[in-house]
C-alpha cells in the first residue's frame, strides 16, 4: 500500500516537485509536467509523453536525450488535462511540430486530442499516437481498442529516436504507428494496490490465485490460474507472445526481439531474473535472438504485484531504433554524451492568462451572476454526494469520480468568480469554468465536463441575453461535442445516457415557448430517470472500466451526478429568463 | 511476497543467471558471481563487493566501469561462502591486488576475512573494509559496531573510483575508510518481506506503525511510532542524521553532501519522490548542498516496504570520486564509455580441484572411514532435527539454521566420500567435507562449521593414527580458530557456548587417558548441558540477532546444533583408538 504521502491530493504534484528536484541534469519542471533541461534542438519534432501519475518510471523518469522531449502527467492513475498538455507541448515545442504519444485509456485519449486541437491553434503542428500492446484487453480483430501497457516504452523509444534523427512529423508517426505495430505485451498480476489516502486496495486478487491479463489500474483480465512457479509463468507469457506474431513475421525462428520483462512494483528484481532465465530459454529454443534486454520496472502500478512481458518484433530499422543511446532519469542506454550541468532551478511556466477578458455586455455580465449561482450550487450537491460517488464508481471503476468531481467543481467555482470580478460575460465566465473543471479534475469526466462547459459558454456569449432556447442550444452542442469527444452513444452506460435526453427534453420544451426554469424542470425529470435507467445497462466493451460486469444493478456515477448537477442547477434558476432580475 | 520461484533452494543461483543473461554487456558469470565482463584492466586494484541475495542492485548490479570489477553473490540473506569469494576474486584480480568489500554483518565478516587468508595463499594481495553506515544499529561510540546498509553504495563507489585512478591497494582501501568514516544512514520500515518458499513474513510491523531504525533483515530497530506523513518521514531521518555528524564537520551549514534516499521494496518512486521533495528542503534549509542525489531502489529486501536516507559528507576529494562516471546494470552516470560488444556466453569458471587429494598413510585411510562414518551420523542427526532447528532460530533470528545446517552437512558428506574415493586419509577428508560444508551452507553457521572441520582435519593429519589426544587437540585448536574468527565469547548465546565447555572437557578427558569413545561421551554431556544453559542468555549486542530479547528461554540454535552433533558422533565412535578397528 501506499503509505508515505502528505495531503493525498496533493500527491501527485509533490511526487514531480520531488522528482524535478532529484533530477535538475535531466529535466525542467514546467505547467503541467517536465521537458528535457537542455530543450529540444531546434527543428527537431518534439515526442511529449504522458499519462496518469503512479506508473513511475512512466512518463516523467523517460524524459532525456534518445527518448521523450517532455512528459505531461496527470493525477494518479488520472490523465493530464488537455491544458497540462498543451503547456508541456508548448514548452517542449522546437519548432517543427510535437507527436502526442500515450497508453490507450479513455481519458488519455480524450485530453491528448483535446491538446492536439489547442496546439493547432497555438500555430504548432501536433499529432497524437495511443499505444496498443496489451493483447489480453481486446481480441486481434479489435487490436486498436487495446490498451498501452509496458510496450510503451518501446513504440515512445523507436518515434523519440526517429525524431532525434531530425526526420519530420509526418514520419516520426509513422515510425511510432510500425513500432506498435510490431509490438505486444501480456501480464499476470496477483495483488492490487492501495492509492494514496485510500484505506482498501484499488483491487484484489485472492490468496495463492493469479489474474492473467489483468490491467495496471485493475481492468479484467481473461481469467483467473493457481499461483503459477516462475517457469510457469515465464511459460505463460511467453506461449500468449508467440501465438499472436504480427503481421509480415511468420514465425518466431530466425527472428529477432527487444524483449521487456517488467514488474509492476512488489515482484522484485530477483523473482524478475528468476522469471527471465526461463523467459530466454524459451524464445532461444523458438529460435528468437533476443536483442538489449529489459529486465526491471519500467511501468509500475504503485506497489502491485504484477510482472508482463513485451516483445517488439524487431526489423532493422526498429533494431537500428531500439539500440539507439539513450539517457533519462530512470533509462540509459548505450554511450550518451555528457550531461548538461545542472538546469538552473527553473520557475513552474505560467503560461495561462487568466487575468485578461473579453468585452462583454451589461445584460451577459448581469446573467453571468446566475452563472454563478449555479456553478455554486453544483459545487455543493457534488461536495454533498461525493463519497455516495466515489462507492457508486467502485463498483466498476476506481472509485475516483467524487473526488474528481469535487476538485472539478471547486476549480470551477474559483475561476468563474475569477473571471466575473474581471467583468467577464456569462459564456466566458462559462469557457473559464470548464478550462479550470478539466484541468483541475483530470479524468475522463474532466475532459467531458470542460466540454460541456465551454460549449454551453460558446453558445451564451458574452453579448446577448442568454434564453432558454440559447440555453438549450448550447446544451445540445455540448451533448454533441461529448459524444464525439467520448466516442460513447446512449446505452454504452454513461453520462451520455442522461445528457442526450435531457438536451432533447430542454430543447423540445425550450421550443414549445416554455420558459427556462419550467423547460429545465421537465428536463431534469427526464435525467433522473435516464440516470436510475442505466442501473440496467453494462458498460461497452473496450470502455476502461474495471469489472464492468459487476455493475449491473448500479446506475453510473458519471450518469447519476449530471442528473445530481441538472436539479441542483434548476434550484437556483431565476423563474423568468435570466436577464429579468 | 516472494511469488514467482521454482525450487526455492534455487532461488539465488536461478535469479543470478538470470541477471547475467540480461547483461551480458556489463557481467559475465564465475563460479560463486559475477566480475566485469571487459575485465579489470592490468594492474588495476578490482574492488570485489558481495553479500546475500536479496538486495538487487546490491550486489551483482554495481558490477562495472567506475564500480566495482566484481561481486560475489551468497544465497537469500546469508554472506556467500570464503570459496565463492576466493574464486571470484581470483577472476577480478587484475594483479594489483584486491579490496574485498561488503555491509558489516557476522557471517560477511567471517567469510570475506576467510577469503582474504585464501587469496594470501593464491599470491593475491588482498585486504578487506565493512561499510557501517546504519546509526541505529550501535551508539556512535560502537560505530564500528553498525551494519551496513544503503551506505554501501557511496563507500564502494568511493573505493572503486580510486581503484579506477589506478592508486596501490592501500590507498583504495584508505579511500574507503574514510568515505565509510563521512557516510552515515537512517532508515524506517512499515512491514517485512516474505522469502522464497516462506509461508510467513521474516518480520512483522504492526498495522500503521513504523519501526525507526529497523534493519534490512528484521534486526532490531531503536523505537515504534504512528505512521508519519511523508514530510514527518522526512524530519525524522534528517533529524537523525544532523544529529550525527562525522570528524571533521562542525555543522551541516556550508557542507556538500551526497544524499541517498533508498526504497527497500514496495516503497515506490513517487513515495520516495514525495519524501525526498521535503529531505531537499531540510537538508537545503540546514545549508547543505546536494550533490548529485540518488532515489530510487539501490539496496533492496525483497519486497520490504521501508526507506533509508544515506548523507555522505563530501570534501573535494569524495565529491570527485562520487560525481566520477560509472556504468553498471544498474547504477549509471555521468558519460560512460561504450560499452563493450556482449561477451561470449561465459561458462562458470571451476577453479576447485577436487580432484586429487595428498598422499596418505593406510592407517590414516582407515580411520578415514571413521570419519565417513562420523559424518553421515551428523548429516542424519541435522536432517532428523532441521525443522526444529529452524523453529528455534527463528524466535530471534531468520530461522534458516536449519536449512542451512542441512545444505552445509549433506555437502560436507558428500566430499568427503568423494576425497575416501580419491584414498584421502582422515585429514584431507575433514578438510575437504569442511571446505564444502562452509562453501554450500554459507551464512555464519556456515564458515564456523567449515572452519572446525577444517582445524581437526589439519591437526589430525593423514599420516599418523588419531588418538584421542590428537583428536582433543583438534577439537581445541577448533574452539580457538571459531573464537577468533566469530569474535563471540562464553555467553554470549553462540555456539562457542558449548564448544569451548566441550573441547576443555575432552581435553581433560583425554589427557586422563580415557580412550576416546569415552572422553568424547563426557565431553558431550557437558555439551548437551551447555546447550540448555544457553536458553538463560541474553545475546552480545551488536550481533545480527533480529528480536534478540525475544530469545530469552530459548536456547542458541547453534549450540544446540552442537550438542546433538557431539551426541550423533558418540554414537559412532568405535570403543578403542581410532587405529584399532
Redesign the interface.
Known sequence: M?????DPAA??D??????A??HRGWVRPVTGGVVRAAGTPAGQVAVVVGGG??H??AFS?LVGRGLAHGAAVGNVFASPSAQQIRSVARSADGGAGVLLMYGNYAGDVLHFGQAAERLAGDGIEARTFAVTDDISSAAPEESAQRRGIAGDLPVFKAAAAAAEEGLPLAEVLRVAAHANARTRSFGIA?SGCTLPGADHPLFTVPEARMAVGLGIHGEPGIGEES?????E?ARLMVTALLKELPDGVDAPAGQRAAVI?NGL??????????????V?ALLGAAGVDIVD???G?LV?S??M?G?SLTLTWLDDRLEELWRAPADTPAY?K??????DPAAEAAAYVEDVDDTRVPDATEASRGSAAHVLAALNAVAGIVDTHADELGRIDAVAGDGDHGIGMRRGTTAALEAAVRAHDLGAGAGTVLVHAGDAWADKAGGTSGALWGTILRSLGTRLGDQDTPTAEAVARGVSDASDAVRRLGGAEVGDKTMVDVLVPFADTLAEAAGAGLPLSEAWQRAAVTAEKAAADTADLLPRKGRARPHAEKSLGTPDAGAHSLALITRAVHGVLPDHPLDQH
Do not use: C, H, I, M
Not at 501506499?2 to 502528505?6: E, H, W
Not at 499461483?227 to 517457469?231: C, I, S
Not at 548505450?334 to 550531461?339: D, E, I, L, S, T
Open positions: 501506499t503509505r508515505l504521502f502528505n500527491f501527485a509533490e511526487a514531480l516537485e520531488g522528482f528536484a532529484a501519475s503512479g513511475y518510471p523518469g496477483f499461483l503459477p512457479t516462475a517457469d509463468a520483462l512494483g512488489s515482484v522484485k528484481y530477483e523473482e524478475l531474473f528468476v522469471v527471465y532465465r526461463k530466454a534486454p529489459e529486465v520496472e509500475t504503485f506497489d504485484a510482472v540509459r548505450g554511450a550518451p554524451v555528457a550531461q
